[in-house]
């Protein structure tokens, strides 16, 4: 769930740790394409995706590797949203696919920190003190497409 991926952020991409909490889900199989698009793409088999950023810029990462690749965001996408399977375990502050927009407001406690919205699509985006939210979501069916849990320094 949340807490369990919370707590890989900031952890460096060749991390024993990170390698063994994300085996189940083919992680040895998708380091190639860490290294070189700085993604790990479970998605297909209702897997979120890992989303990886230079150290420097996560507050969580450690100091000692900048350049290194690290844990900076937790994507978890709806069902056939960009063909991914649909993640089905929990979300963040208890979030649902099923979810309207002011269900979101609700359950994170507050308004949004910033708001955009065009035809088709919009975004809200939280920032907290280590972390930070934001739901992609339809306009037209109004419901979330994807959620990005993110450490603190990957959404700026």
């Not at 698009?37 to 507050?59: K, M, N, T």
């Amino acid at each position: 769930g949340p807490d369990a991926f919370r707590a890989l952020f900031g952890l460096r991409w060749s991390n024993t740790g990170l390698r063994q909490a994300l085996a189940p889900y083919g992680y040895d199989r998708v380091l190639g394409e860490v290294r070189d698009e700085h993604v790990a793409d479970f998605g297909r088999q209702s897997g979120p995706e890992i989303e990886f950023a230079a150290g420097a810029d996560l507050r969580a990462a450690d100091p000692r590797y900048p350049k290194a690749l690290a844990v900076g965001a937790i994507v978890y996408y709806a069902e056939r949203e960009t063909d991914a399977r649909g993640w089905t375990g929990p979300l963040p502050f208890d979030l649902s696919f099923d979810d309207v927009q002011d269900d979101l407001v609700r359950k994170v406690g507050r308004p949004p920190d910033d708001q955009e919205d065009e035809v088709l699509s919009g975004s809200c985006t939280w920032h907290f003190d280590d972390t930070s939210l934001r739901v992609i979501y339809s306009n037209l069916e109004n419901r979330p497409l994807r959620i990005m849990f993110a450490a603190a320094g990957y959404l700026t």
